[in-house]
């Protein structure tokens, strides 16, 4: 509205061909207050430091090697937020996730997509846990890529995984979303993945999240059996599988499944 109209108190018409009131004839205007952010907008505005005092347990992240890996004398997880991940360090994540998983993503529905991949990676929302060792004898078992020194990390240690997650909301309920958790294939089936679900689902109910979630590749009974171990179930989300014309039944090339925070009740 131009300011000789405002004056005049005579209607107006705007662009939209809509006739508004003068304005001493209108009721006053309340302000609109905003909706309050949400569990997931306050979680996700929260810088690194908050979030590393206020959801990581602090117990579960430093631990000893397997006594079958004598060449590991410990174990570190440290959570980063997709800015504050060193270039290097996000480099290893990529690698890893290439070399263990892009096959299994190029047979589903998914496909594999390197940019798309990477973008989603950076997401300002994306955190991630880096697990990294201290060698205590000989490294030879360690992925070489992961030997080189890099900013941010201590001398001495290497990049043994990650589990990428977010604090997000999937169909209405908040959840702690892990997108992904890759080992180095010399640091597979020693309990590692377990440490990195661990950190991550005491850190979605610190927050106060319902549940935990994740995307499991039908291909990848390893992992499902893992995840099975760990307490994941099928969630009510998850793909049903498809029956073709000629009967056969066509499982989905992935499941989504979840775990509840949220004790049982009684009745
Ligand atoms: C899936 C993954 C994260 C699981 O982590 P992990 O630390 O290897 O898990 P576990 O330690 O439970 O090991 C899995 C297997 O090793 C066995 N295992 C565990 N500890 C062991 C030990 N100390 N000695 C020998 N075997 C052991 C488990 O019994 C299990 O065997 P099973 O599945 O045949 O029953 C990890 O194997 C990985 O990075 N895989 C490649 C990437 C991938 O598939 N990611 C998941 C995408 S959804």
Redesign the pocket.
């Known amino acids: 509205m131009s300011a000789q109209a405002a004056s005049s108190g005579h209607a107006t018409v705007s662009a939209d061909g809509t006739t508004k009131k003068p304005a001493s004839r209108r009721k006053p205007a309340v302000a609109s207050t905003p909706p309050p952010p949400t569990l997931i907008e306050r979680t996700n505005a929260l810088h690194l430091e908050d979030l590393k005092s206020r959801f990581l347990d602090g117990s579960l992240l430093a631990f000893a090697g397997?006594s079958?890996n004598a060449s590991t004398s410990s174990y570190h997880i440290e959570l980063y937020t997709s800015s504050s991940l060193p270039e290097a360090t996000f480099n290893d994540c990529f690698d890893l996730l290439e070399a263990?998983?892009s096959t299994?993503y190029r047979i589903t529905s998914i496909g594999w997509h390197p940019r798309k991949k990477k973008e989603e990676m950076k997401h300002p929302a994306m955190r991630y846990l880096i697990l990294t060792a201290v060698a205590g004898g000989s490294s030879d078992d360690i992925n070489p890529a992961a030997e080189k020194a890099r900013e941010g990390t201590a001398v001495g240690s290497m990049f043994i995984?990650f589990l990428e997650f977010m604090i997000t909301e999937e169909e209405g309920a908040e959840v702690i979303y892990t997108y992904?958790?890759?080992?180095v294939?010399s640091?597979?089936?020693?309990?590692?993945?377990?440490?990195?679900l661990d950190v991550a689902e005491e850190f979605g109910k610190r927050v106060g999240v319902e549940k935990a979630m994740?995307?499991?590749?039908d291909s990848?009974k390893?992992?499902r059996?893992?995840?099975e171990?760990e307490g994941y179930d099928i969630d009510e989300i998850s793909p049903d599988p498809k029956t073709l014309r000629n009967g056969l039944v066509k499982p989905p090339t992935f499941h989504i499944l979840s775990k509840s925070f949220i004790p049982p009740t009684n009745d």
């Open positions: 397997p079958d263990n998983m299994s995984g992904e958790l890759d080992l294939p640091h597979q089936k020693l309990g590692l993945g377990k440490k990195l994740l995307t499991v590749f990848n390893g992992a059996r893992f995840y171990r």
